[in-house]
């Protein structure tokens, strides 16, 4: 077996089954199989896996065992030369895996490889490159010199800005959300720590690769990821899921710095941490007593585009919802700029989703026309005729 794709899955089924759609057609040609490991999702997910019947190996668990743990469960379970961890709320370019298998059988020495990562509006995600949260990378980020001076090799290091985005390179950390990792890696390393319930498993794992002797790459084939929609990162558990993320690998790999050095850092941990229960509280009050706006989403604008027989399904659910929309039958061969062909922009005011038909268009040409054409308050949307749903970064329409 060539490649296993591990997948943790929690109440985000339609999402999942996005990815399924877009990962399989990733993987035609390659040996592979696929691995869902269902953390004892409420929203009928392990049913809805079970009815699709294309050859997807469904772990159901009991209980939610977190992300290290599942992806574990699933990398025992599966025995491929290389494993992929996915995240379920993505979207693979069909060239995206290939081109990675390509890449790594080329790079023997390399342990791990990411992928530059997009987000809903088509900019670059930063996460796609980080560099290990040392201490002093670590402040950097926590005092704002980071953000301050993104282009600087010593203060922007967490994100590595100061690489090309359109050239393979060396890193530090691969993101949990696509982490192409090499088995005989895996064996050597040790699997996820089972420590971390949620977030700082793959800065771990991605650490004890470079001290096993591995590389870690940065690659440029695009993926999609609608960056957590299977969390809520506005809750009072994410933020101490998260910290508490950050104090495990502090403990673990420079617990052995001086008490005059860990004490600030701890102490800079604790007051990040209690800030953001500060604002996530104010904000609360503030959105019960009427006081915040959200971004407009009471009347955003759909664009789709695609075949006539798809744009008919999109007319009965624009009609059903009531949605604003507009229609243009096109397909990749016809209009190969796909929006960006049709002058499509939007106001702070009403966001625009333009929604692509993936039976007349390739995910990899949907994901470089946003990539190349990248707005604000403009965002991909997805409408697969096989399902007749319409899938964005904040709802799923039917």
């Not at 980071?146 to 994100?159: E, L």
Request: hydrophobic share 40%; net charge neutral; proline share 3%.
């Amino acid at each position: 077996m060539k490649l296993s794709v591990v997948i943790v899955n929690y109440n985000v089924k339609h999402y999942l089954g996005q990815c399924l759609d877009s990962l399989q057609r990733a993987v035609e040609g390659v040996e592979a199989e696929i691995c869902v490991i269902d953390n004892h999702s409420k929203d009928g997910s392990v049913d809805y896996l079970r009815r699709r019947g294309d050859g997807v190996q469904v772990v159901a668990s009991n209980h939610n065992n977190g992300f290290a743990k599942a992806n574990n469960i699933g990398i025992r379970q599966t025995s491929g030369e290389y494993v992929l961890l996915l995240n379920p709320d993505t979207i693979v370019g069909e060239g995206v895996i290939k081109a990675c298998i390509d890449f790594m059988d080329a790079h023997p020495a390399a342990g791990g490889l990411g992928v530059e990562m997009l987000k809903c509006d088509g900019g670059r995600a930063l996460e796609s490159r980080r560099g290990l949260p040392t201490p002093m990378t670590s402040f950097y980020k926590m005092c704002g010199l980071c953000a301050m001076f993104p282009k600087s090799r010593r203060f922007g290091r967490y994100y590595m800005c100061d690489m090309s985005w359109s050239e393979p390179g060396r890193i530090e950390v691969v993101s949990g959300a696509f982490f192409f990792a090499r088995r005989s890696a895996l064996d050597k390393v040790g699997l996820l720590d089972e420590d971390f319930f949620m977030y700082g498993e793959d800065i771990d794992l991605s650490y004890r690769l470079l001290k096993g002797g591995f590389d870690n790459w940065y690659f440029p084939a695009k993926i999609l990821h609608y960056k957590g929609e299977s969390t809520h990162k506005s809750s009072f558990r994410y933020v101490h899921v998260f910290y508490e993320a950050m104090l495990i690998f502090f403990r673990k790999h420079y617990g052995h710095l001086s008490f005059w050095l860990s004490i600030p850092i701890k102490t800079a941990i604790y007051l990040k941490a209690t800030l953001a229960l500060v604002q996530m509280s104010s904000a609360y009050i503030r959105k019960m007593l009427g006081f915040t706006v959200r971004r407009s989403m009471h009347n955003p604008r759909y664009v789709f585009l695609g075949s006539a027989g798809s744009l008919a399904g999109c007319r009965r659910i624009a009609a059903r919802c009531g949605l604003d929309a507009e229609y243009h039958e096109c397909d990749e061969a016809s209009n190969a700029a796909g929006h960006a062909a049709f002058g499509i922009t939007a106001d702070a005011s009403t966001p625009v989703y333009v929604v692509y038909d993936v039976s007349s268009y390739k995910y990899d040409t949907i994901l470089g026309i946003f990539s190349a054409h990248s707005q604000d308050n403009v965002f991909i949307g997805i409408y697969n005729p096989a399902s007749d749903i319409i899938i964005t970064d904040r709802e799923i329409i039917s």
